[in-house]
Every structure is written in C-alpha cells, then in structure tokens.
C-alpha cells in the first residue's frame, strides 16, 4: 500500500567523507519513491471536491470535467524533487499545489505551478505568471517547452528553501529566488511563499487533465532547523548573535512612543538612551545563546531602524506569559498564554483591520514558537509555528491614531513583567526602490 511506502519517507543522508578528506564527499543522489501506486488514491485526500473529484483511468489519476477540487496528498512535504507527467485536453487547466496548507486556496497560501494548455485561443490574453510553468502570478515561464494538448509532457519541481525550480520536457523553464521578490501587491497576495513545509497536490478546474509516474524525492532542509541557533537562513541576517547584546538598545519614552522620542533634543535624547541601556543590561542577558529577560525594565529594542522587511523570531514564555513585537516601534504581534492564540494585531480597533489570529498555532507553554512577519507598507502577514495567524492586515498606529504607521522604525521584544526567552532573530530587508 502506498501510505506504507509514504511513511519510509525521510530526509537523505550525505555520504561519509574518506579519512582525512579535504573536501566533503558528495552526497548520494535523491531517492524517489512513487506518491501513487497507479491503482487507487491511497496517500491522497480530496478537499473541496466538485462533481466526481478524481478517478483512477489506465494507470492515471484524472481530473475529469465533471469533478475537480483539490487533490492533496497526505503527508506534508519541505524540501523536495517531484516529478510527474501530465496531459490535457485542449484549454485544459489544473495547477500543481506545492507547500500548501489544506485550506485556503492554494495559489496564494501555498503556492501553484501552472498547468495548462496556453496555447488554446480563450488563453491568449494571459498575463505572464499565468503560463503553463510559471509559480503562479509570482514566476513567469520560459516559454516554448509545452508540447501540444493531448500529449504528455514530463514537469519536475524542485522546492528548496526559498528557491523553486521548473523543468518541463528537459528544460529548465522557471527558476526563482523568492527572496527577490519584492514587489508590494505581490507579496501580500502570496504569502505562501514564506512557507516551509505543506501538502503537494492537484488543483482542479472541471477540465481533463491526467497526472502519472508521481515520485518524488524529500531533499535535506536548505534552511537552518529551529534547534541550530542564531544561524541565519539564506538571504537573511542575525539580528542576535547569541552571545552578546550588541546591536540592542535599551527603551526610550516608553510611555510616548515614537512621538516622545522624536519631541527629544539630541542631547536630552543621547542621554535617555544612555540611561535605558544601562536600565536594559541590568534585566536582559544572554544564557545557552538566548535573550533572557527576568521581568523587571523595559523592552529590548534594535539598535536599527527597519522599512519593509521579513522578521523571524523565535519565543517562549512561561504560564501566563505576556510578550509582543513591536514593528516599526509600534505595538504590536501579540504573544500571550490565552486561548486565543498569539499572533494577532492586538492594538488594532477599526473593523476593517482584524485584531485577532486567524488561527490558534501556539505551541504548549514552555516550548518554542517561531513568527515569520512580513511587514509591506502597512501591512502585516504573520505566520506562527508555519500556520498563517495574520494574513496582509494593516497595522494600525497605536500612537497616533489619525496617522498611517509610521514608514521607518525600530523592532522592540515587548515585556510585561514576566520572564521572557527569544532567540533566531532574523531581518531580511525589502528595498522600497525595486518595487
């Protein structure tokens, strides 16, 4: 049975290196294990189905036009090679879902490579990241691999890190570094993108298209696991380097905020944050590479000021514990022992701008959380644990309510007299200019 093979499943390991070896030997080439035993749907689960969903025909799992939904398979995935081979009718379309949750649409919670046949007359107005290929509506295509509806063409995606590949019928058609895109209505629409793990699936659209010889093999992760400390993933850097307090700051005006800093003197300021410093290294520490913090002073601020970024923390607190994040030095991704769930926008009021998670992600008291925060603009996309808790939601400025967030500002490790660990701080920066 296929859920039988799914479970051996796991990541590879390298090779030894000879004795003495100057350099590491090279590590064994990926194994692929089939993902469908061509006789039944074992290993796969059918979510918002339409019609007959999908059926097995000749050794194919078949998205007919009278079915469709989304076919996912059990199991979730991280990094890996899948390889398929696919067939449409003419106009055909479905997509191949990679990392994503079971709900939600796929496309922009996950992400989607487009299967279609483009060349069909109703798709000649397509936009570029709409092409049979292209990670979709993030990725254009190359384009002039596909081969004519009705036959098969071979596809291989590869998912590693933040990197994702497309060959179609041989030909490296997509390959795309998401930590390069910046653009603005792109990033808040996708943010999928920032997943690491999730489900591989078919998304269906009630056209014919047929799927076959499905392997796929799980890759080492590229990105460092939770347990290698301070070390950051590609494209990012340490904003803690687990030793020290350098490139934090103590809290100024923690009653006014950005407005009370910004009402200060250079002189009256340089010595408020000579005294918050010395206010700050008398409760925050660094023990076993963690910020701790013992509950008596104020937050723990960045010595920079950020824009746009990616921001990803990791947390724990004890029973009852009380923390946040400031973003731009305004209140704040909630974090909290409540049955609500941490993550959320606590400070917003407006309807508009949800205050509360979507979605309930924490991990037991005591145990480690982390949050990947994207902040574009005004707007906030939390992940908690890797489940989307906020999702593109402005932040309202608690400070100065009539007023946008403010465009630049400090992150601060908010407290509320309890202890507090953190650790894996890391900040990746979204220039404004390429967008």
């Not at 926008?345 to 037991?364: H, I, K, M, W």
Request: hydrophobic share 40%; with cysteine.
């Amino acid at each position: 049975m296929l859920l039988a093979s799914l479970a051996l499943l796991a990541p590879l390991a390298s090779c030894a290196a000879p004795l003495a070896a100057p350099l590491a030997a090279p590590q064994a080439a990926p194994e692929f294990r089939p993902l469908f035993d061509g006789k039944t749907l074992d290993g796969w689960q059918l979510v918002g189905g339409d019609g007959r969903g999908y059926v097995i025909e000749d050794g194919c799992i078949v998205c007919p036009k009278d079915g469709g939904g989304n076919l996912f398979t059990t199991r979730d995935f991280g990094d890996f090679i899948l390889r398929f081979e696919f067939s449409t009718e003419p106009g055909g379309n479905n997509g191949v879902g990679i990392r994503a949750p079971l709900q939600g649409d796929a496309a922009y919670v996950g992400m989607e490579v487009q299967i279609l046949d483009d060349a069909a007359p109703q798709y000649a107005n397509l936009k570029p990241g709409q092409y049979c290929g292209s990670v979709y509506m993030v990725s254009p295509v190359k384009r002039g691999a596909l081969k004519s509806a009705g036959e098969w063409n071979a596809m291989e995606i590869t998912a590693r890190g933040r990197t994702v590949q497309v060959k179609l019928n041989g030909a490296l058609v997509n390959d795309v570094d998401l930590n390069t895109v910046h653009d603005a209505a792109t990033l808040a629409a996708h943010p999928g993108i920032l997943r690491e793990r999730g489900h591989v699936g078919f998304l269906g659209h009630q056209s014919l298209v047929k799927y076959r010889k499905i392997e796929l093999a799980e890759l080492p992760p590229a990105t460092p696991p939770a347990g290698l400390d301070n070390v950051a993933p590609a494209g990012m850097r340490a904003l803690f380097d687990g030793k020290t307090l350098s490139n934090w700051k103590g809290l100024v005006s923690p009653d006014k905020g950005p407005p009370g800093r910004a009402a200060m003197g250079a002189a009256q300021l340089a010595a408020a944050q000579a005294t918050a410093d010395e206010k700050m290294r008398a409760h925050w520490s660094v023990q076993d590479g963690t910020l701790v913090f013992d509950g008596g002073g104020d937050s723990l601020c960045t010595a920079e000021e950020f824009e746009d970024f990616e921001l990803w923390v990791d947390w724990k607190i004890a029973k009852a514990g009380d923390s946040g994040i400031y973003l731009r030095g305004s209140p704040q991704v909630q974090i909290w022992d409540n049955p609500i769930g941490s993550g959320g926008l606590y400070n917003n009021q407006q309807p508009g701008n949800p205050s509360g998670p979507l979605a309930v992600a924490d991990r037991p008291v005591g145990e480690w959380n982390r949050f990947k925060i994207l902040m574009v603009g005004e707007k906030v996309t939390v992940f908690l644990n890797d489940v989307l808790v906020v999702n593109a939601t402005t932040l309202e400025n608690y400070w100065q309510r009539e007023l946008p967030i403010y465009p630049r500002g400090q992150i601060e490790l908010q407290n509320h007299g309890n202890t507090l660990w953190f650790r894996n701080v890391f900040v990746r920066e979204l220039p404004r200019a390429q967008r």
